[in-house]
């Protein structure tokens, strides 16, 4: 073993963790906004960098590897975000941000080994560097460092974060295991996205109102839109997964068909395929030349073709519509917060889910 951290990136902004546009926030007081935040995530990046440091030097490594190739950090900018309604960045609320971000990361450890997922955030995933054994190890640490750092919040803080790590792990377990006899498998496939992705953004927005002494009334809500927009920005996923290669930074088009993992557009197809025997001949080419296929099969012609059809598919445009609406029904749940500049970056924010394009 030869461990290595990839280059540390730039920390990230409100506008690049979001989304949201230089024009939306243009008067001066927009912009002392936007300070509060980003000045917010500087102390989160800061808080993460020193979660993460060892004695140990293999824990210390390897517990850095994903953190130092980046992220948009969408988890910890929400609830800095939604803690403009109360009294801004506290000290409490950077801690939640930290935990919930470090609770994220040691899902991705995880997740690469079950779903042998060569690549992440561009770069060998943990496990391709440095093993399995070592990699589920790394996730198991950064849980208890996300653990210890969540006590100091007090008995609500810790209960959030076990309510939140149970749906991970139950969301996992279903992907797992799969759709039960008789289960309808694309509303078992939106209830993992529900429990796998959307709790924890649920619970990034949760926290922004709990730590920062805001209206409490605003917790429905906010968990409501994080779910929702969670979901919204899984299913968009499964549609970049089907992006010409050049399209997204370190992955191959079809990645997730590869590694045997049925998102939407495969799930959609399968569905249509007992009533449209085009659908049906579609099915049988994804299953033939995409799903399994060796290294070397990644650039054939018959592999590209196979991905490029399912990616113009009715399946796939359903997939997006599906993800509109899901991200929809996340704005309309912010009803009961007050008009204002938060609103407002949440409102863009679900639209940039749904127009994202990586």
Wanted: charged content about 25%; proline content about 5%.
């Amino acid at each position: 073993m030869n461990p290595s951290v990839p280059v540390a990136k730039r920390a990230p902004s409100l506008r690049t963790s979001l989304g949201i546009g230089a024009r939306l926030f243009a008067t001066p007081a927009e912009r002392t906004f936007i300070a509060r935040v980003d000045e917010g995530l500087e102390l989160v990046e800061q808080g993460l960098e020193d979660a993460m440091r060892s004695a140990d030097t293999l824990a210390d490594t390897t517990s850095r590897y994903l953190l130092a190739a980046g992220g948009k950090r969408i988890r910890p900018t929400l609830t800095l975000l939604l803690a403009q309604l109360g009294e801004g960045v506290t000290p409490a609320v950077v801690k939640s941000a930290v935990s919930i971000e470090i609770t994220h990361l040691a899902s991705l450890y995880h997740d690469d080994v079950m779903d042998e997922a060569p690549v992440r955030r561009g770069v060998p995933a943990a496990h391709v560097t440095y093993g399995n054994n070592v990699a589920i190890l790394t996730g198991d640490l950064l849980f208890a460092r996300a653990s210890l750092i969540t006590s100091e919040l007090g008995a609500e803080g810790i209960r959030m974060q076990a309510e939140t790590f149970e749906r991970l792990c139950l969301g996992q377990l279903h992907e797992t295991t799969g759709p039960q006899p008789g289960e309808d498998p694309i509303a078992h496939y939106i209830d993992v996205l529900s429990d796998k992705t959307g709790s924890l953004i649920a619970t990034a927005a949760r926290a922004g109102v709990m730590f920062s002494g805001a209206d409490r009334t605003y917790l429905p809500a906010v968990a409501e839109f994080g779910e929702k927009v969670g979901v919204a920005f899984q299913l968009v996923d499964d549609v970049i997964d089907l992006a010409p290669a050049g399209d997204r930074t370190g992955k191959i088009a079809g990645n997730d068909l590869r590694a045997g993992v049925e998102t939407l557009p495969l799930l959609q197809l399968r569905h249509r395929a007992a009533a449209d025997p085009s659908a049906a001949a579609l099915l049988q080419r994804v299953t033939d030349d995409v799903a399994g296929a060796d290294d070397d099969a990644v650039l054939t012609d018959r592999y590209q073709s196979a991905v490029a059809a399912l990616r113009e598919h009715d399946a796939t445009a359903a997939t997006r519509a599906l993800a509109a609406q899901w991200a929809h029904e996340a704005v309309a749940a912010l009803a009961p917060l007050p008009d204002g500049l938060v609103k407002r970056a949440l409102v863009r924010f679900a639209d940039s889910v749904v127009d994202r394009s990586r």
